[in-house]
């Protein structure tokens, strides 16, 4: 499916809002803005203007661009087709992400001092609870998903892969949510290098899986005795 103005439309008013906002807040904003908290939800790094109000929508506007391109010389952008639902809701799903946290921001220029391990448990949580979701869905590509050998020259590999991936998501995310809520910012890194772990055995299931699937391809010039000379 090819974008529209429908289905851009919403992405471009909160990436043109990130910029308001930005352009709105530059006369009464510190000199020194927020940028960074360390594990115990206090602030450890600031930026000036440019940083702080800048930097966030211009990334936005960039990984908007950067998605909305990709698909367009991906040698696998036949297969788009087949996931471009989930596909569009990963972008948003991005750019909605760095709309929250340049909100948070925002507020804490503003002296509203929310919790910061809270949010970056909920938000990170969530956002990796939905992409876990979405992980079955999508096809063979070459950017988006678990890219290794394995996955990208075996189908079967491709798809067991992601599934185990995607609950390794749900479980990882539902775990920083709980430790934003419930527990500290140690906890949230746990649970962060935990879920790494996990995707660390995903990768090394997509060799497995590969191994055993009779209908596996060679990449372009690597099988047995192909010398890659025309």
Do not use: C, Q
Not at 31 to 44: A, F, K, Q, S, Y
Not at 145 to 167: D, F, I, N, V
């Amino acid at each position: 499916m090819k974008p529209t103005w429908k289905t851009e439309l919403p992405l471009i008013i909160l990436l043109a809002a990130m910029v308001v906002l930005a352009a709105a807040s530059w006369g009464g904003a510190p000199d020194r803005i927020p940028t960074h908290w360390n594990l115990r939800g206090e602030v450890d790094g600031y930026g000036g203007k440019a940083t702080g109000l800048l930097l966030m929508p211009a990334m936005g506007i960039g990984v908007y661009l950067l998605m909305l391109f990709l698909p367009r010389i991906d040698p696998g952008r036949a297969n788009y087709e087949r996931f471009t639902g989930a596909y569009y809701v990963i972008r948003a799903s991005v750019i909605g992400f760095l709309a929250i946290f340049y909100g948070f921001t925002h507020l804490w220029m503003r002296g509203v001092h929310l919790d910061a391990n809270k949010f970056v448990g909920v938000t990170v949580g969530a956002l990796l609870i939905l992409l876990g979701n979405l992980f079955g869905k999508i096809r063979p590509n070459w950017f988006v998903g678990m890219r290794t050998p394995w996955t990208l020259s075996s189908k079967r590999a491709w798809t067991r892969t992601h599934r185990l991936a995607g609950w390794v998501l749900i479980a990882g995310g539902s775990a920083i949510m709980a430790a934003g809520i419930f527990g500290s910012g140690v906890a949230v890194i746990v649970s962060i290098v935990v879920m790494a772990g996990g995707l660390g055995w995903a990768t090394v299931y997509s060799y497995l899986v590969w191994r055993k699937d009779p209908d596996r391809i060679h990449p372009a010039g690597t099988s047995p005795g192909n010398s890659g000379e025309v």
